[in-house]
């Protein structure tokens, strides 16, 4: 059983930015794909990013192309969003996501069977 913990969120200008991180536990941290979703109040939740199992393939939502970056570092067990150039509309809270052991990149909820608690981010105008 894989548990994650996110952190980071907070309260920022827009044009700032933010790093939110996800320390897991519980299982083999190298074998699973990682992404962060996010929900806004009033919608469903959207895929932001997500990375694969050792790095080396990474898919964004167009929302965040060229101002997210995800990354891992497998030996901390830790999946990292760096979020630059924040937009209100970025308001959110974020949570980060596990997919099954060998599980591949995906954008799609259901494909990721872990989650953790989400951390809340609020882009000021």
């Known amino acids: 059983q894989v548990q994650l913990v996110e952190s980071g969120g907070g309260l920022v200008q827009a044009g700032g930015s933010l790093r939110l991180s996800c320390a897991a536990s519980g299982g083999t941290f190298s074998s699973v794909a990682m992404g962060w979703f996010r929900q806004a109040p009033g919608k469903e939740r959207e895929f932001v990013a997500a990375?694969?199992?050792?790095?080396?393939?990474?898919n964004y939502a167009d929302s965040g192309k060229g101002r997210f970056t995800i990354s891992r570092t497998n030996a901390k067990n830790t999946v990292y969003l760096q979020m630059n150039s924040l937009k209100p509309e970025d308001t959110a809270v974020y949570y980060c996501?596990?997919?099954?052991?060998?599980?591949?990149?995906?954008?799609?909820?259901?494909?990721?069977?872990?989650w953790g608690q989400g951390t809340q981010v609020t882009v000021s105008s």
């Open positions: 990375i694969s199992r050792r790095g080396g393939s990474t």
């Open positions: 996501a596990a997919s099954a052991p060998y599980g591949g990149v995906s954008t799609r909820a259901h494909d990721y069977p872990y």
